[in-house]
């Protein structure tokens, strides 16, 4: 199935541990993104690579750190982990071939629910 | 600093209703318009885009843009219990895609 799919869909770890969050679309976009949404179902970006390259990257504590290895491919290595990094993490991608056309919807893997105790 | 709002409700109305969900937005530079429909626990799913001024049709929905007012809106005609869900505006302009809170919508039979 052509789809942006994210592993794992649910994670369960303590305070202070390091984890990672995996997405990969095979959708053929150019452009990858992950939200953070809490509880109030706020999608905020975190993140965004245009063909492996960053270009947005808003006020996100550096223990967050994305990784792209290839456009169809985006990580997110969280370190330290915090009470306040409980969330569901989206990851979903678009075809947007410059910075200067967005026009494109965006396409959501199913979310990883991450719960830090 | 961008923002996109909507109220965030719950609107409730009667199953064959007319559903009516607003949004505005602040950056005068957007280009483009979308509406998401996420269920609980589930990712959202695209339901309509709109780049231009004016309604847009598909089905039951009718997106209204007016760049003018900064204002985009979702129609949900014959309003079922299955359209209950979470709504998310969001706009496309420079650079970023920014979500709107969302509007909780609840058609009861």
């Known amino acids: 199935d052509t789809a942006v799919s994210q592993t794992p869909k649910y994670l369960v770890t303590q305070m202070g541990n390091d984890k990672s969050i995996k997405c990969e679309q095979n959708l053929g976009h150019d452009t990858m993104y992950w939200y953070k949404q809490d509880s109030k179902k706020f999608l905020k970006i975190m993140f965004s690579?245009?063909?492996?390259?960053?270009?947005i990257n808003e006020t996100v504590p550096n223990r967050f750190s994305p990784k792209s290895p290839d456009k169809a491919h985006l990580n997110l290595h969280i370190n330290s982990l915090e009470l306040g990094d409980s969330a569901v993490y989206f990851c979903?991608?678009?075809?947007?071939?410059?910075?200067?056309?967005?026009?494109?919807?965006?396409?959501f893997g199913n979310g990883t629910r991450l719960t830090v105790t | 600093q961008k923002e996109v709002e909507q109220n965030s409700g719950p609107l409730s109305v009667p199953e064959g209703a007319i559903a009516s969900l607003n949004c505005t937005y602040s950056d005068r530079v957007s280009q483009s318009f979308f509406w998401y429909r996420q269920y609980s626990g589930k990712s959202p799913e695209l339901i309509m885009s709109i780049y231009s001024n004016g309604d847009k049709e598909d089905g039951r929905f009718t997106a209204q843009l007016n760049k003018a007012s900064q204002y985009v809106s979702l129609l949900i005609r014959d309003s079922q219990p299955s359209d209950s869900a979470t709504y998310l505006c969001a706009v496309t302009g420079s650079y970023i895609p920014t979500f709107g809170r969302g509007t909780s919508l609840i058609v009861h039979p």
């Open positions: 979903a991608s678009s075809q947007v071939p410059s910075v200067s056309s967005y026009n494109s919807p965006l396409h």
């Open positions: 690579y245009n063909n492996k390259e960053l270009i």
